[in-house]
């Protein structure tokens, strides 16, 4: 049988897993699966010592929870080099990774569960930032607070739409984030005042698509860098807001790169975000891609 064992976040999206995992448990073990499951986070328990102590006793470790549980899930493993296959079963409010995975498409529970135990492994990148990981996005500016200064109940109630009211109430003080960067990118190097910066690793970032991530591949050993630079007035703003919705090349306030060794110095310690998770303020960052660092159990159809 195959050993999987399970993570599950209880508060994780509308709080549903707690009635979810009977389900869960069922059609694993109706596909040959023996598992183990600790619910996170757990008053015992690290999410990193529950992974440090399951090395080489299962042949899948996997999560039911947001794209932050999962973040935790895999830098646990890459700190204990864990190299069992991965499952995701999403249960958080945008599930940015997963639409990315899964060709948009939104799996039901049960599909998510025979990934796990009858699909195919998909090998894909993550990021190194600093002494940390991250699976999908590492940003900073304005907005990027919004996932995680979004009440759980509003994220509920309104789904990607909660997302886009916090960004548009928090554009006036956006107008006045003016971030001074010097960038390098493979080697090249490029410096401004942005009001926004992420490395990617996704088709979508907070529930929301745009042209400029649409042909991300995620296991082609680059990530996608976007900056917004920082405007002057509330038009500039609308224009790169339409730029960025429109994926316009030729914008002159969004810039878009990619690369696989991303620096960048700022003048002030800035938030970061990891995978929509509030990180720590730093002024240095280093970011690496880890090329084909994990692999996750999909769909065979995927």
């Known amino acids: 049988m195959k050993k999987v064992l399970l ?9 549903m897993m707690k009635e979810n995992l009977p389900e869960m448990l069922e059609v694993l073990s109706a596909h040959g ?5 600790y619910p996170i986070p757990n008053p015992n328990m690290t999410t990193h010592e529950i992974i440090a102590g399951a090395k080489g006793r299962f042949d899948v470790i996997a999560c039911a929870g947001g794209d932050g549980t999962l973040n935790h ?18 249960s958080g409010s945008t599930n940015d990774f997963s639409r990315s995975i899964d060709g948009g498409r939104k799996l039901s529970i049960s599909e998510q569960c025979l990934a796990i135990a009858e699909g195919k492994p998909f090998v894909y990148d993550i990021g190194s930032f600093n002494e940390r990981y991250f699976n999908y996005v590492a940003a900073f500016g304005a907005l990027t607070s919004v996932s995680y200064n979004t009440s759980q ?5 309104m789904g990607y739409g909660a997302y886009m009211l916090n960004a548009l109430a928090s554009v006036p003080d ?7 960067g010097d960038v390098a990118i493979d080697g090249k190097r490029v410096s401004g005042d942005y009001i926004f910066g992420g490395v990617c690793n996704t088709n979508s970032v907070g529930g929301v698509a745009t042209p400029w991530l649409s042909r991300a591949e995620l296991n082609d050993g680059l990530f996608e860098v976007v ?13 790169a807001l339409t730029d960025l919705r429109s994926g316009n090349r030729e914008s002159t306030h969004v810039h878009f790169y990619q690369g696989s060794d991303i620096s960048m110095h700022m003048d002030q310690k800035i938030v970061w975000t990891l995978d929509g998770e509030e ?3 730093v002024d240095n960052v ?14 065979l159809d995927v």
């Open 33 to 37: 699966c023996e598992c183990t499951v």
């Open 73 to 90: 899930m895999i830098s646990a493993m890459i700190e204990n080099d864990v190299d069992a296959a991965m499952g995701y079963i999403p």
């Open 286 to 299: 280093e970011i690496k891609v880890l090329h084909n660092a994990v692999k996750l159990m999909v769909p």
């Open 174 to 180: 956006g107008l006045r984030t003016r971030i001074h």
């Open 7 to 15: 993570l599950v976040n209880f508060h994780a999206g509308t709080g």
């Open 227 to 239: 900056l917004i630079d920082a405007p002057a007035n509330i038009l500039e703003l609308n224009e």
């Open 153 to 157: 109940d509003l994220k509920n109630l």
């Open 279 to 281: 990180g720590s303020a």
